[in-house]
């Protein structure tokens, strides 16, 4: 069995590809996308009440990236079909940056997207996903090595096999010592 939820802390392209597991599809209704919207807190603009709109524009959007990234990991090109569909995305919500003044006396600069809640949110998964197949290391997204895990990961260790070593990785380390000590005498 694998962790099923939430596993976050990924690029946020990862994070919504590792909705769907090997159990099924986190984000299938409302409640479910709103509990991975709050496990993603601070990296996403608030939608408010997920509702069926939400929940279809975020699956359309993994459905695109997934085979997306799938070829960039190979060094290949990406289906057109998924990168029409990402750049359908951000093209619905564009974003601008409106600079602003904290109290803490420093300015910033956050991205805005004038948009409905899906769309908006669309877009902003279409940008992490964009972020993700531009950058020189999705060469090294991995998948878990667990037999029935499905999750992707990023290392940032070479040596990284597993989604959650705690969890996958214990696994195997388990199977590994029944596997030699099976059929051994008791002592």
Same mark, same amino acid.
């Given at each position: 069995?694998?962790?099923?939820?939430?596993?976050?802390?990924?690029? =946020?392209? %990862?994070?919504? !590809?590792?909705?769907?597991? &090997?159990?099924?599809?986190?984000?299938? @209704?409302?409640?479910?996308? &709103?509990?991975?919207?709050?496990?993603?807190?601070?990296? !996403?603009?608030?939608?408010?009440?997920?509702?069926?709109?939400?929940?279809?524009?975020? /699956?359309?959007? *993994?459905?695109?990236? /997934?085979?997306? =990234?799938? &070829?960039?990991? *190979?060094?290949?090109?990406?289906?057109?079909?998924?990168?029409?569909? =990402?750049?359908?995305?951000?093209?619905?919500?564009?974003?601008?940056?409106?600079?602003?003044?904290? /109290?803490?006396?420093?300015?910033?600069?956050?991205?805005?997207?004038?948009? @409905?809640?899906?769309?908006? %949110?669309?877009?902003?998964?279409?940008?992490?996903?964009?972020? !993700? %197949?531009?950058?020189?290391?999705?060469?090294?997204?991995?998948?878990?090595? &667990?037999? @029935?895990?499905?999750?992707?990961?990023?290392?940032?260790?070479?040596?990284? /096999?597993?989604?959650?070593?705690?969890?996958?990785?214990?696994?195997?380390?388990?199977?590994?010592?029944?596997?030699?000590?099976?059929?051994?005498?008791?002592?």
């Amino acid at each position: 069995m694998t962790v099923t939820f939430p596993l976050t802390g990924e690029p =946020l392209a %990862l994070d919504l !590809l590792n909705t769907l597991t &090997a159990e099924g599809d986190l984000v299938a @209704d409302p409640a479910g996308l &709103a509990d991975w919207l709050d496990a993603q807190a601070g990296r !996403l603009t608030p939608v408010g009440a997920a509702g069926a709109a939400e929940v279809a524009a975020v /699956r359309a959007v *993994r459905e695109a990236a /997934r085979p997306a =990234l799938a &070829a960039a990991r *190979r060094g290949e090109r990406p289906p057109a079909g998924a990168l029409a569909a =990402l750049n359908e995305a951000l093209a619905a919500a564009p974003s601008h940056r409106a600079l602003a003044w904290t /109290r803490e006396g420093g300015t910033t600069a956050p991205a805005h997207r004038p948009a @409905d809640p899906a769309p908006r %949110l669309a877009a902003e998964l279409a940008e992490a996903v964009a972020d !993700l %197949l531009t950058d020189p290391r999705v060469g090294q997204v991995r998948e878990c090595e &667990a037999h @029935d895990c499905v999750l992707l990961f990023l290392p940032a260790h070479p040596r990284r /096999r597993w989604c959650v070593a705690s969890v996958c990785g214990n696994r195997a380390r388990v199977a590994r010592y029944y596997a030699r000590h099976k059929g051994q005498p008791d002592e």
